[in-house]
């Protein structure tokens, strides 16, 4: 079974060499991507080049960096200087970043090599990649249904091939949601665990870059490299970054779990419920103290963040008016008319939908009713949160209320696609970590996730929950339909 | 219409006013903060606006932002924020701009003038810290605009008053001290002509003796220190006009036109702005604390009116005087302090910088730093004036021998030969020269004509060019004349 962990340890003993495992990892991701598209980009050359670049340097005896030869493949949101930094919005169609994020450039210092770039709902701004402004991506599991979203490109690809690290970015379930949908693992770190800078920013306060990989463990390598106080972001935390990947070691046993009673309500479906219950009784079984917890603004998570995220993405993404990048109608009459005609020619119906509820909720005679009240019931929801963490170490829920959903059949309500983030947009509002991981499949087949929050900068915390279990059970090793292999065989 | 208030209405003004800071980068990036380098090359991704960058704040703007406060008197919050003022224009790139919303980071505080013996003060609402836009040049002849994203980002302090102000030269006194006090700061150039200072006006006008507060209008695009006490004058005038026609002030904003000497409702109804203001979720609140405020406290100079006051009290000089040298140049406060240290006759030294070292530099049209006069060198200057090593006219010359380069004043004086003659002989024979050359005069000054002996007292000065000293050349024309 390949991981990041392994092509790393295998690169660096020499038993394989980086060119060797960026040539099969490209070969798979050319395989699997016209059934998936879960890649936008992929990034032949450069990746080879960087490859050489690791085995030159290994072979003169110099240190390639922690991560030497790791693939990696970065969503579309967050800037490279490979490639285009689209955030799948027609709107920046052929735009190239003139700066690299902070993430992709600690990556690539480590020595990891960038692959390409995945897809995602535009902006972010969606739970199923079918909002892409390029075309939705197929679940591996089913390839006639979603792999969630917006990080739907990450998490088919890390389905379909394990070994990379994919980074996503969350912001109400962005990379958990997609994660449970397609059976690998991912994790949305505390706000302020890793910068922001060049993400593409969709809701500034709820935005956080990620790892999706195929086990916690693999998240845990990522995390290590990409974690960490960033003077180009100030949201950034001062705060040390632990060995990820030795505190994995620490297990679980002791430690105590919280079942909050408000995210088991009848809106979860029934194997949802049955395998998220399961998993609880695993944890049990390694010697975690499993308790019930209350966080009783639960159902007002949602109004919360929709009304905060589309404040914050109204004004994020007045940018993109056709002056200064990205598209430009081609007449116009007038400024007024050229900013209507480029943002009404380059955003997709979601985006515009939510540019104008935020537009809305921050005019003046509605900012109290609908903003002000949105941040004073997230202080509510973060002190839900603090109250719990008082009690337990750690809590328990499922990532999604449902497991992944034909494609198209929600499309036509929104409100219906929205539901299915009211168990991940509570972590964005508190800034807390949060973990999903695959907890088995129901009787179609299809992967169900679990998700564990912990206390802000606890982030090793809920890794140890998810590596705890994945070294008990093999459903994180379960392959899907559409597969390749970046092993030799 | 009159240019003046007539004496039945009171005008009521608040201005608001913008400074850039002087820091070394701008508000949000590390971009160099200039003025007139060319377009577009002082930007970086950040202040370009580019999707996923952010803003870190320039925690100098902030020190001097609160030395702004301290300087006036201000409540410095302990608790200041950031917020995003949301509208569209492409000289803002990202389509809002990075201000200050509820929790400015000073408020209240206070402007003294001085008019005469009063001080008057102009009450100050809030002082917050902002980023500047690019600018739109809508060149001509060419169908598209262009823009200049070098100002973008620049630091900007924004000062807003109460509508304190009753007359257009009370306008321009607030804003002359303004000014100064930022360069006393040291924080900003205020340099109008390159818009590093501008000016917004409101203005009212009421029936004297009512406290009402009435419609008002705003006026933009003052862009000199002279514009602004005539662009009030005449929308001061306008408003009376209206009113006294029996018309109603309508809330708008005009453009003053300075060719016409006139302002102008702006074009096209504005659409009432609706900035939607939310806290910029990109920076953490700021928190200021009591040992920072401590030390910029330590880093506050003297100001312009406590100058003033010093030169009265400390150094005896008129109020006229006082005022002259603290609102030139903040160096000159501490030059014509060294200079008065070594030759301690402060009148005498505010004549010589008042009327030589100022006119020096008016006609150099340079600041006294350029000018390159040491105050060390202005002393030995007096000093040798006051020994009679040179007169206090053949002086200024040996003044600006010394701006084209710094040298022992007794050298100049030497080289320039224009040293006072010691030689009695020498005063002699010039004294005979003129009682000889001129019978009838010295026939006048000894039937008592007073003017004959300033005749005969110039004539020698002419004679000896300025060298001799006029109270031994007065005694020398008396005994030759045989007057004693």
Redesign the interface.
């Known amino acids: 079974m390949t991981s990041a962990a392994s092509i790393r340890d295998r690169i660096r003993d020499g038993s394989v060499s980086a060119r060797r495992v960026t040539e099969r990892v490209l070969a798979a991701v050319d395989r699997v991507n016209p059934d998936l598209h879960a890649y936008l980009e992929i990034f032949h050359d450069s990746a080879l080049a960087s490859a050489d670049d690791v085995d030159r340097r290994l072979a003169a005896g110099d240190d390639p960096g922690p991560l030497a030869g790791v693939p990696f493949s970065v969503k579309a949101?967050?800037?490279s200087l490979e490639g285009e930094?689209t955030?799948g919005s027609k709107i920046?169609r052929g735009?190239r970043?003139?700066?690299a994020?902070t993430v992709v450039r600690r990556l690539q210092e480590a020595g990891a090599i960038l692959v390409g770039k995945t897809n995602l709902d535009e902006f972010g701004m969606g739970s199923s990649t079918e909002n892409s402004g390029v075309g939705p991506t197929r679940n591996p599991w089913d390839t006639d249904r979603v792999p969630g979203g917006s990080s739907g490109g990450a998490a088919a690809a890390a389905a379909a091939i394990p070994g990379v690290i994919h980074l996503g970015s969350d912001t109400g379930g962005s990379i958990r949601q997609p994660c449970s949908y397609c059976g690998v693992t991912g994790l949305k770190p505390t706000y302020g665990r890793v910068s922001?800078?060049?993400?593409?920013?969709f809701?500034?306060?709820l935005d956080q870059i990620g790892p999706v990989a195929g086990s916690a463990e693999d998240c845990a390598l990522a995390l290590g490299q990409i974690a960490g106080r960033d003077?180009?972001?100030?949201?950034s935390a001062d705060v040390p970054v632990p060995d990820y990947l030795s505190e994995l070691g620490k297990g679980v046993e002791g430690l105590r779990l919280g079942i909050p009673r408000e995210y088991f309500v009848d809106a979860i479906d029934a194997e949802v419920r049955e395998r998220v219950m399961e998993a609880v009784e695993t944890l049990r079984g390694l010697g975690v103290e499993v308790e019930k917890v209350s966080l009783p603004h639960t159902e007002y998570a949602n109004p919360t963040y929709v009304i905060i995220s589309a404040?914050?993405a109204?004004?994020n993404l007045?940018?993109?008016?056709g002056?200064?990048?990205g598209h430009r109608t081609a007449r116009a009459d007038d400024?007024v008319d050229m900013?209507s005609r480029s943002r009404g020619e380059g955003f997709g119906a979601e985006v515009k939908r939510r540019i104008m509820v935020g537009?809305f909720v921050?005019?003046?005679g509605y900012?109290d009713a609908f903003?002000l009240k949105a941040m004073k019931v997230r202080r509510l929801i973060r002190r839900d949160f603090e109250r719990a963490f008082e009690q337990v170490d750690a809590i328990l829920c499922p990532t999604s209320p449902v497991t992944a959903f034909p494609l198209g059949s929600r499309l036509d309500d929104p409100l219906k696609l929205y539901a299915v983030d009211i168990l991940t947009v509570p972590a964005n509002l508190a800034a807390i970590p949060g973990i999903s991981f695959p907890c088995g499949r129901t009787r179609e087949g299809l992967p169900v996730g679990a998700q564990v929050l912990g206390r802000p900068f606890e982030d090793s915390v809920v890794l140890r929950f998810a590596h705890a279990y994945q070294t008990e059970t093999d459903h994180h090793r379960e392959r899907p339909p559409v597969s390749a292999d970046v092993e030799e065989s | 219409m009159g240019s003046r208030a007539r004496p039945d209405w009171e005008p009521v003004i608040g201005l608001e006013v913008h400074v850039q800071l002087r820091t070394k980068s701008k508000m949000f990036c590390g971009c160099e903060n200039r003025f007139g380098a060319p377009p577009n090359s002082l930007t970086c991704?950040v202040c370009?606006?580019?999707?996923?960058?952010?803003?870190?704040?320039n925690e100098t703007a902030i020190s001097y932002a609160i030395l702004a406060g301290l300087a006036f008197g201000c409540d410095i919050a302990r608790y200041t924020k950031f917020d995003?003022k949301?509208y569209?224009y492409?000289d803002l790139?990202?389509?809002?701009q990075i201000s200050q919303f509820d929790f400015p980071i000073c408020s209240g505080g206070a402007v003294p003038l001085r008019s005469g013996d009063e001080t008057r003060s102009i009450r100050l609402v809030r002082i917050h810290l902002e980023e500047d836009a690019g600018k739109n040049i809508h060149a001509e002849g060419r169908p598209e605009s262009l823009?200049d994203l070098n100002r973008t980002g620049t630091p900007l302090l924004e000062i807003v008053s109460e509508p304190d102000i009753r007359t257009p030269a009370e306008a321009a006194d607030y804003l002359r001290t303004l000014r100064m006090t930022m360069l006393y700061l040291g924080i900003s150039d205020c340099n109008m002509e390159e818009g590093s200072l501008r000016c917004d006006c409101n203005v009212s006008i009421r029936p004297r003796g009512s406290d009402r507060l009435e419609t008002r209008t705003e006026i933009k695009n003052i862009n000199s220190f002279g514009f602004v006490a005539s662009a009030l004058d005449y929308e001061i005038a306008r408003q009376i006009d209206v009113r006294e026609s029996g018309g109603e002030i309508v809330q708008e904003t005009r453009l003053f036109d300075p060719d016409r000497n006139e302002t102008r409702s702006m074009r096209g109804k504005e659409e009432a702005h609706?900035y939607?203001?939310?806290p910029e979720?990109?920076?953490?609140p700021i928190r200021v604390a009591e040992s920072q405020l401590d030390e910029l406290r330590s880093r506050l100079p003297g100001l312009p009116w406590e100058v003033r006051q010093r030169f009265v009290e400390v150094h005896g000089l008129p109020e006229y005087d006082a005022d002259v040298l603290s609102q030139r140049d903040p160096a000159v406060v501490p030059f014509f302090e060294r200079c008065v240290e070594l030759y301690a006759q402060p009148k005498k030294v505010s004549n010589w910088v008042i009327n030589h070292v100022f006119q020096e530099m008016n006609e150099r049209k340079v600041s006294l730093e350029v000018l390159g006069l040491s105050p060390d060198r202005l002393a030995e200057l007096l000093g040798a004036v006051e020994r009679n090593e040179v007169s206090a006219q053949n002086a200024r010359e040996v003044l600006r021998k010394l701006l084209d380069a710094d040298r022992p004043v007794a050298d100049v004086i030497r080289e320039l030969g224009v040293g006072m003659i010691s030689d009695q002989g020498v005063v002699r024979e010039a004294v005979q020269a003129a009682l000889d050359a001129n019978p009838s005069v010295v026939q006048d000054l000894r039937n008592g004509k007073k003017n004959a002996r300033n005749f005969l007292v110039g004539q020698v000065m002419k004679a000896t060019r300025g060298k001799a000293n006029p109270s031994e050349v007065i005694a020398v024309i008396e005994e030759l004349a045989g007057l004693e």
Do not use: Q
């Not at chain 1, 922001?196 to 920013?201: E, I, P, Q, V």
């Not at chain 2, 790139?93 to 809002?96: A, D, L, T, V």
């Not at chain 2, 979720?281 to 953490?284: G, R």
């Open positions: 949101n967050i800037t930094s955030a920046l735009y970043a003139p700066y994020s922001r800078y060049g993400l593409l920013a809701a500034s306060s003077p180009l972001d100030s949201t404040a914050e109204s004004s007045a940018r993109y008016d002056v200064h990048f400024l900013y537009t921050l005019s003046s900012y903003y | 991704p370009l606006g580019h999707p996923g960058t952010l803003p870190v704040i995003r949301n569209y492409p790139p990202k389509n809002y823009v609706d939607r203001y939310f979720p990109d920076l953490a």
